[in-house]
């Protein structure tokens, strides 16, 4: 039983082009995150959601979209494809901090990679 | 907002040695403290936190100390062995404001034979 999963695990798409990952969470839990991963390994968060809200929008481009249906589902949109887009992207999930242990379950990650 | 300064970026450990990782953060409201570990290709897991109401924390091997009025934290491995190299990452966050984690840029520590 996979707590985090995110799909797909490798993405290789050329610029310019639109893709999609998908993240659910089966863990109850109410909120969600995507970070994104650089070759430096730094983690960045880029956006959290909150039983379906926005909470967080960091200065992220807006080629960046993010979508929640329901708040185990959190999938994130990259319209025009650039080159500093290939990371690892990981979605993320946990209670609210203030009411839980504060951990973070992290999905196993996306990797995509810019042509 | 918070910012995290992690310290070494690179540590290179023999087995059985100790191994220390420090972090400063920013924003002296900050009141959690978690270490993950991130093995090679795999994803960050959590290894050890603590809270602004206590000084130290230990479990087994690993022990985390903070310092409220200097703002630093720190992780402590002792009795090293090859499955702790991994990228290890501090982070702090205010909880019950916005749920933001803001993590370290992360320690990639080796255990040498």
């Known amino acids: 039983d996979t707590a985090v999963s995110q799909t797909p695990k490798y993405l290789v798409t050329q610029m310019g082009n639109d893709k999609s990952i998908k993240c659910e969470q089966n863990?109850?839990?109410?909120?969600m995150y995507w970070y994104k991963q650089d070759s430096k390994k730094f983690l960045k968060i880029m956006f959290s959601y909150n039983n379906k809200e926005l909470i967080i929008n960091e200065t992220v481009p807006n080629r960046f979209s993010p979508k929640s249906p329901d708040k185990a589902h959190l999938n994130l949109h990259i319209n025009s494809l650039e080159l500093g887009d290939s990371a690892v992207y990981f979605c993320a999930s946990s209670q609210r901090l203030a009411l839980s242990t504060g951990e973070l379950f992290f999905g196993e990650g996306s990797r995509l990679t810019v042509l | 907002g918070e910012n995290v300064e992690q310290h070494p970026s690179t540590l290179s450990v023999q087995e059985g040695d100790s191994a220390v990782i420090k972090c400063t953060y920013s924003?002296?409201?900050?009141?959690?403290f978690p270490w993950y570990k991130q093995e090679l290709g795999k994803r960050p897991q959590l290894i050890i936190d603590?809270?602004?109401?206590?000084g130290e924390k230990k479990d087994q091997r690993i022990a985390v100390t903070l310092n409220k009025t200097a703002k630093h934290f720190s992780l402590h491995i002792t009795e090293t062995q090859p499955e702790d190299s991994a990228v290890y990452f501090c982070?702090?966050?205010?909880?019950?404001?916005?749920?933001?984690?803001?993590f370290g840029k992360g320690t990639r520590l080796h255990i040498l034979p």
């Open positions: 982070a702090a966050t205010l909880m019950n404001r916005d749920d933001k984690i803001i």
């Open positions: 603590i809270r602004s109401n206590v």
């Open positions: 924003d002296s409201a900050s009141n959690y």
């Open positions: 863990l109850g839990h109410d909120t």
